[in-house]
């Protein structure tokens, strides 16, 4: 069992949050008199934090991005959070680590507040033993920091951790905090993206991820 830990990133990882945070943007971006109609051109919002995706992408400051992540909420914490469906074999895969008592970490740059009601709405939550995510204040959302702080809460031994996601930002943070990686290409980074970072493992679906642990 090389990798005791597991630490997973949320949307695009264990869930497809597409809808949710589309259409969480749009709403935000309307308050600022910004039309947005078609939900495809906001998925780059999906992964990173979200004021940095605000100030690169609509060049906001950092008080418009500050606002525009309230506006964001508004329609987030109500709605956009349920617009949200867990990916095929997601569950199966939890159950299965968890009979191996392998201890599974969440990590996102998503507020906590936000990252266990997702996974209570999918009956997943029981498979953690921890749960990480940003702060509401936007603190600790760089997933390098995330990572760091998992690490040293729960005194992990590097060697037997691993972080799988499917943004660069996962990959970079493992990285930076010296353990393993598992791309994983069925959610919203591209090949080309993962592959620059030096992933540890690359999959495309979630059966190859199965096997990894097999």
Not at 52 to 61: A, P, R, V
Not at 132 to 152: A, F, M, V, W
Not at 155 to 178: H, P, W
């Given at each position: 069992?090389?990798?005791?830990?597991?630490?997973?990133?949320?949307?695009?990882?264990?869930?497809?949050?597409?809808?949710?945070?589309?259409?969480?943007?749009?709403?935000?971006?309307?308050?600022?008199?910004?039309?947005?109609?078609?939900l495809?051109?906001?998925?780059?919002?999906?992964?990173?934090?979200?004021?940095?995706?605000?100030?690169?992408f609509?060049?906001?400051?950092?008080?418009?991005?500050?606002?525009?992540?309230?506006?964001?909420?508004?329609?987030?914490?109500?709605?956009?959070?349920?617009?949200?469906?867990?990916?095929?074999?997601?569950?199966?895969?939890?159950?299965?680590?968890?009979?191996?008592e392998?201890?599974?970490?969440?990590?996102?740059?998503?507020?906590?507040?936000?990252?266990k009601?997702?996974?209570?709405?999918?009956?997943?939550?029981?498979?953690?033993?921890?749960?990480?995510?940003?702060?509401?204040?936007?603190?600790r959302?760089?997933?390098?920091?995330?990572?760091?702080?998992?690490?040293?809460?729960?005194?992990?031994?590097?060697?037997?951790?691993?972080?799988?996601?499917?943004?660069?930002?996962?990959?970079?943070?493992?990285?930076?905090?010296?353990?393993?990686?598992?791309?994983?290409?069925?959610?919203?980074?591209?090949?080309?993206?993962?592959?620059?970072?030096?992933?540890?493992?690359?999959?495309?679906?979630?059966?190859?991820?199965?096997?990894?642990?097999?």
């Amino acid at each position: 069992m090389k990798y005791k830990n597991i630490l997973f990133d949320l949307d695009g990882t264990l869930t497809d949050p597409k809808v949710g945070i589309t259409k969480s943007v749009q709403y935000a971006l309307k308050k600022f008199n910004i039309k947005a109609d078609n939900l495809d051109e906001l998925v780059s919002f999906i992964g990173p934090p979200l004021a940095d995706s605000f100030m690169e992408f609509y060049g906001f400051s950092e008080e418009q991005a500050k606002k525009a992540i309230d506006y964001y909420r508004e329609y987030f914490r109500e709605q956009g959070i349920f617009e949200n469906q867990i990916f095929d074999g997601i569950k199966e895969l939890l159950g299965n680590l968890n009979s191996q008592e392998r201890t599974l970490i969440l990590a996102t740059s998503k507020p906590t507040i936000f990252a266990k009601k997702i996974l209570e709405h999918f009956g997943i939550y029981k498979y953690f033993d921890f749960i990480c995510g940003s702060n509401l204040d936007g603190t600790r959302s760089d997933k390098t920091e995330i990572i760091g702080y998992i690490l040293q809460e729960m005194n992990l031994n590097k060697e037997e951790t691993v972080m799988i996601g499917d943004r660069k930002f996962d990959i970079i943070g493992a990285s930076n905090n010296q353990i393993a990686s598992i791309a994983v290409g069925y959610g919203y980074g591209s090949e080309e993206e993962l592959r620059e970072f030096g992933p540890t493992h690359f999959v495309t679906t979630v059966e190859e991820l199965k096997m990894i642990f097999q």
